[in-house]
């Protein structure tokens, strides 16, 4: 785990972050669970509504779409695969992303060509490739430090 | 342990984001220039408006409760005092809010007072005449530290205030005692420096709305327009918010009247009460975009301080107040919107 700005990151799971995502991917028996990180959540602020869209991805396309009280955004698929199961617990309980962001997973994709996707210059892994990137996501949003809870 | 004001004050989501006590940012790069803050007691506010997030007759859970569609969190004044300073050098404004609670005018002017002492902010106060017996009250407001007063009215006919404000729901509130402060606040603030507040959507005609509006420019009043949005809980939970279209033509009718460019008996309507003429050329108000965006109190540069994002829908919904001037995409919907004339 590494702490940037107060925001965590475990280093047991790669990220994507195509189109500005902050979305953490995580390999299980053969399935990746896909969740949001603490970065989109600081920045979101309490998730209000989570839907899922589209079950049939390819890499890159949306999976659907957050919704806090003063921001929406879509977020998108870091490999192509199909929608197998969704966190439904979460679905009707967004807070939970905000809450516990790692453990909060969103939907588990069966992938399509796992190793080629992640090979994509978007997935990051690696404490150094991870600060490298947030770091360079606080300049480009011109974040303060969340507050310390 | 109760939190009660003047020790402790409910913030707006916004705000609350805005000071870095809540995570969060707006949606489209918004920004919140004006701070709302909202007068509390553990016993709550005594009207029951039916539309209101803070109605004492709402049936909801405390952590449920929400007012202008969002939540409201408390802090201590000293420490929204603090974060004001360290993150709030953009804020052009502050609004202390009254709430009808017997301790609420006299909190109001100390919270006032307080924040002229501590901050760079201009004041603004949002009164509920309910509390106000006299002219001398409006005065010690302004002594108090506010350069304007807003008032929310609300509904925009006697029947429909008595409906969802008086009688109608064992309320409070006298429609003639709301106009009569108005005509204070006037007096005391100067024209132009006291706002009366509209939701759009509580079964008016745009016709009568726009009379309304009218009527508070002819006192000396400018009109802060809001949407309706249905609280969960509340009597109107499962009433539905008013068309784009109607919205929009409220909107331009109220930036022409408060603009000085023109008055209701300029305009036409037809036999719904929807303005079909306005009586200006509209091309150039409607691509300029200013008149649809939140109509509020202004700030040290004379725009809108109170520009409340995202207040009245969801981030996903195409916007009613824009918080900020709409850009190409945003006017070709509004034309659209105008031109739709659907109930």
């Known amino acids: 785990m590494i702490e940037i700005n107060n925001m965590k990151f475990p280093l047991d799971r790669k990220y994507y972050k195509k189109h500005g995502n902050h979305i953490w991917l995580k390999e299980e028996g053969g399935i990746l669970r896909i969740g949001m990180d603490s970065f989109l959540t600081e920045n979101a602020g309490y998730l209000s509504y989570i839907t899922i869209d589209n079950r049939k991805l390819s890499q890159g ?29 979460v679905l009707n309980d967004p807070i939970k992303v905000n809450k516990d962001p790692y453990n909060a997973w969103i939907v588990e994709i069966e992938p399509e060509n796992l190793d080629k996707d992640l090979q994509s210059d978007d997935i990051v892994e690696g404490e150094e490739g991870i600060k490298i990137w947030i770091e360079s996501e606080i300049i480009r949003l011109d974040c303060d430090a969340p507050k310390q809870s | 342990m109760p939190q009660n004001s003047p020790e402790y004050l409910q913030t707006s989501t916004a705000a609350a984001m805005t000071m870095k006590l809540l995570p969060g940012r707006f949606f489209r790069g918004a920004r919140l220039n004006a701070l709302n803050l909202l007068l509390t007691y553990e016993d709550g506010c005594k009207a029951n408006c039916s539309y209101c997030g803070l109605s004492k007759a709402r049936d909801v859970d405390e952590e449920d409760r929400t007012f202008i569609r969002v939540d409201w969190p408390s802090y201590q004044i000293d420490e929204i005092i603090k974060r004001t300073n360290e993150h709030g050098k953009h804020l052009q404004r502050l609004c202390v809010s009254m709430i009808t609670h017997p301790r609420a005018f006299e909190d109001m002017c100390w919270v006032m007072k307080k924040f002229k002492d501590e901050t760079d902010l201009l004041i603004s106060g949002l009164i509920s005449p309910t509390m106000i017996k006299d002219k001398k009250s409006i005065e010690r407001i302004r002594i108090s530290g506010a350069d304007m007063v807003g008032i929310a009215i609300d509904t925009v006919t006697p029947e429909l205030f008595e409906e969802h404000r008086g009688k109608g729901v064992k309320g409070p509130h006298k429609w003639d005692h709301y106009w009569e402060v108005v005509k204070w606040c006037v007096e005391v603030f100067g024209r132009g420096n006291v706002g009366v507040h509209l939701i759009v959507g509580l079964g008016e005609t745009e016709r009568e709305m726009i009379e309304s509006i009218q009527r508070a420019e002819d006192l000396g009043a400018k009109t802060h327009l809001f949407s309706f949005f249905p609280e969960g809980g509340s009597k109107l939970e499962k009433h539905v918010q008013p068309s784009y279209g109607r919205y929009r033509r409220v909107q331009l009718a109220r930036y022409i009247i408060n603009g000085g460019l023109g008055s209701l008996n300029n305009m036409k309507f037809n036999e719904k009460g929807q303005v079909i003429e306005f009586g200006v050329d509209l091309n150039k108000i409607i691509q300029d975009g200013e008149a649809f965006m939140t109509s509020g109190c202004a700030g040290k540069n004379g725009k809108v301080a109170c520009n409340r994002p995202f207040g009245n829908e969801r981030p996903s919904r195409p916007i009613r107040n824009f918080p900020f001037l709409p850009d190409e995409q945003d006017i070709k919907l509004i034309k659209e919107q105008l031109a739709d004339y659907s109930l």
């Open chain 1, 61 to 89: 396309e949306a999976i659907g779409s957050f919704e806090s009280a003063k921001f929406v955004s879509k977020f998108y698929s870091p490999i192509s695969g199909k929608v197998v199961s969704v966190n439904e617990d």
